[in-house]
């Protein structure tokens, strides 16, 4: 299975990629973890890739697509792949059609009402780390350990507005798919597993 996510943030496409990864034993590709073990690992890539995140630019998509390439040629990749936030363009999506045959680019959908209203009540605690809900809170902390939580500042509604904008699903690479007669799209439900039915009904299609 070699399976390109696409979705807007805040619609639950990382957490369905985790499930989409364990149900169906093929690894959950993320581009932000790829660009960080590089640069971790100190690569040859993540050195390139250091010295424009350190100066606050972008990375150049020339070394993006690089990175990607590289990742999708390694052995963890050979039987397969979901790849979550890569391509964000046309540009990148004709790369990525030089580097692997895509079986399936899968679109999960949601309102950005919707959106905004799960991320703004989203909520950190200070003490364990834990990402919650104000409806899990208990007396208003961590339900797990009962410290102070707070709400991050990319949680906040007027940032989450922008932050939609600038990372919506292009047009044309929806239609780029749908010319390649791979595109299916779902709508994000309020429950995981309800979700993930949804999901799967297309992964059997492939």
């Given at each position: 299975?070699?399976?390109?996510l696409?979705?807007?943030?805040g619609s639950?496409?990382?957490?369905?990629?985790?499930l989409?990864?364990e149900?169906y034993n093929?690894p959950?590709?993320s581009t932000?973890?790829?660009?960080?073990?590089n640069?971790?690992?100190n690569?040859?890539?993540?050195q390139q890739?250091?010295?424009f995140?350190?100066a606050?630019e972008?990375?150049?998509e020339e070394l993006?697509i690089?990175?990607?390439?590289d990742?999708?040629a390694?052995?963890?990749?050979k039987?397969?792949?979901?790849?979550?936030g890569?391509?964000r363009n046309l540009?990148?999506?004709?790369?990525?059609?030089?580097?692997?045959?895509i079986?399936?680019?899968?679109l999960?959908?949601l309102e950005?009402?919707?959106?905004?209203?799960?991320l703004?009540?989203?909520r950190?605690?200070r003490?364990?780390g834990?990402s919650?809900?104000?409806d899990?809170l208990?007396d208003?902390?961590?339900?797990?350990?009962?410290?102070?939580v707070?709400?991050?500042?990319?949680?906040k509604?007027?940032?989450?507005?922008?932050?939609l904008?600038?990372q919506?699903?292009?047009?044309?690479v929806?239609?780029?798919y749908?010319?390649?007669?791979?595109?299916?799209a779902?709508?994000?439900t309020?429950?995981i597993?309800?979700?993930?039915?949804?999901?799967d009904?297309v992964?059997k299609?492939?």
């Amino acid at each position: 299975m070699r399976l390109v996510l696409l979705g807007p943030v805040g619609s639950g496409k990382g957490t369905q990629a985790k499930l989409i990864s364990e149900r169906y034993n093929v690894p959950h590709i993320s581009t932000g973890e790829i660009f960080r073990w590089n640069i971790q690992n100190n690569t040859e890539l993540g050195q390139q890739a250091k010295k424009f995140v350190d100066a606050g630019e972008l990375v150049p998509e020339e070394l993006t697509i690089k990175i990607v390439e590289d990742k999708l040629a390694s052995e963890e990749c050979k039987n397969g792949f979901i790849l979550d936030g890569f391509p964000r363009n046309l540009v990148q999506a004709k790369a990525l059609e030089k580097m692997a045959t895509i079986d399936k680019a899968l679109l999960i959908d949601l309102e950005e009402e919707e959106i905004i209203k799960r991320l703004s009540s989203r909520r950190m605690c200070r003490a364990c780390g834990n990402s919650t809900s104000v409806d899990w809170l208990v007396d208003g902390k961590c339900e797990k350990c009962g410290a102070e939580v707070y709400i991050r500042d990319d949680d906040k509604p007027e940032v989450i507005k922008n932050r939609l904008k600038k990372q919506a699903v292009p047009q044309d690479v929806v239609e780029f798919y749908k010319n390649k007669n791979v595109f299916s799209a779902i709508h994000a439900t309020d429950e995981i597993e309800k979700t993930y039915k949804l999901v799967d009904e297309v992964l059997k299609t492939i």
